[in-house]
């Protein structure tokens, strides 16, 4: 008999709470039950299927005859239950199409709007005098400021082939090596910690990884590839899943036509073997937004329309690139395609229009 290896244990009087952080279910026990798993977790092998306690806590998978399959994890436990507990929420319905998807989001935003809305900033409500900045003057010939202005998260895509030419440019400004950097390292910098990118990175470790999910791009077949920065270059990795795009996107069906894709991944292991301390998991996720970023404008640059979401079908799509029980994580998705230009998909559209025509 062994411990569940992913509970974490919150006082809370007059019990305590056992919390099974990768299965998302959490138990209330009292001090009879909470001091025999005390003895227990002291020595499992004390374990008594005569017991009603012992089989309960059995049951309810607080202990388990299976072995525990290890993960990798170099940072202290903080940093490990937020990861896993944070992934593969249960959900109760995955929507199956758009249709679905439409009805399900427009009644949580129905219901999120019948709630008060947060108030206003701190910041905001003890400003007492606001200082008028001047008009923003562009930049010198404004191309950025328009590739700013221009980004825009769009839900309906025509899906379009795209260029490989273009694919190319995407990954390389978004997290190839730059090669037009190579001369301009500081000789201060550790060996193997020179490459750099359009993006910054927490401590030059460049420990974002891309995979590049195609479905329509001349002269690629549709697949997973994984990106290599140093060399420029992509390798297959997986075929595209039977199931449309939106089922790995926890049912944002609206994106199945996108063309190209890239799950933006984390290589927790380098982060942590310069960096003990699990603050370092929370760079992971800000250097994930600075390439999201970087990708949607090289995007817009190119006259594309970009799409986003961290709402991974965590399991299915590590499957996908490969990435099981790796200390590299997919962290997020930023996609890309011709567009419209429209925010909302039409089936929400016309849901929308249909409730204002009832009202
Ligand atoms: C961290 C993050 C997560 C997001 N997740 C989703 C998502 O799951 N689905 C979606 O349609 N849009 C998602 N978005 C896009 C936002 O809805 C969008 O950026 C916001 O409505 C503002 O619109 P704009 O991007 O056109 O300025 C996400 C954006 C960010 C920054």
């Excluded at 374990?47 to 399959?69: R, V, Y």
């Excluded at 890239?262 to 250097?287: C, G, N, P, Q």
Aim: contains cysteine; proline residues 6%; charged residues 20%.
């Amino acid at each position: 008999m062994q411990i569940n290896p992913y509970l974490f244990i919150l006082p809370r009087t007059p019990g305590q709470i056992v919390w099974d952080y990768k299965n998302h279910k959490q138990y209330e026990l009292d001090l009879e039950h909470s001091i025999r798993l005390a003895e227990l977790i002291n020595k499992p092998n004390r374990f008594n299927n005569k017991n009603s306690i012992d089989m309960q806590l059995l049951e309810a998978g607080i202990l388990t005859t299976a072995t525990p399959s290890a993960i990798e994890w170099g940072w202290d436990d903080l940093s490990k239950i937020f990861h896993i507990g944070t992934k593969n929420i249960p959900c109760q319905h995955t929507p199956q199409d758009i249709h679905e998807w439409s009805r399900e989001y427009l009644n949580h935003c129905s219901e999120v709007l019948a709630t008060p809305i947060p108030d206003t900033r701190l910041a905001e409500r003890l400003a007492d005098e606001l200082i008028t900045l001047p008009k923003p003057s562009w930049l010198p010939e404004s191309t950025l400021a328009n590739t700013l202005i221009d980004r825009k998260t769009c839900r309906t895509f025509t899906g379009d082939t795209l260029s490989f030419e273009a694919v190319s440019t995407l990954l390389y400004l978004s997290l190839g090596y730059l090669r037009e950097r190579e001369d301009d390292i500081d000789e201060s910098i550790a060996e193997g910690l020179d490459a750099r990118r359009t993006s910054p990175s927490g401590g030059g470790l460049n420990a974002c990884e891309g995979f590049l999910l195609v479905q329509n791009v001349s002269g690629l077949k549709p697949g997973l590839y994984a990106y290599h920065p140093t060399e420029h270059a992509l390798s297959f990795v997986n075929p595209l899943p039977c199931r449309p795009l939106g089922q790995l996107l926890c049912g944002q069906h609206f994106i199945n036509n996108l063309p190209v894709g890239l799950f933006i991944t984390s290589r927790f292991d380098k982060l942590w073997w310069k960096y003990e301390h699990s603050r370092a998991y929370r760079m992971a996720y800000v250097e994930a937004g600075h390439i999201s970023q970087t990708f949607q404008l090289v995007a817009t640059a190119l006259g594309l329309n970009t799409w986003l979401t961290g709402a991974l079908t965590d399991d299915r799509v590590e499957t996908l690139l490969g990435l099981n029980d790796s200390p590299e994580q997919p962290l997020f998705f930023v996609g890309c395609g011709k567009s419209d230009g429209e925010a909302l998909c039409k089936e929400l559209k016309a849901l929308l229009s249909r409730q204002d025509s009832q009202s």
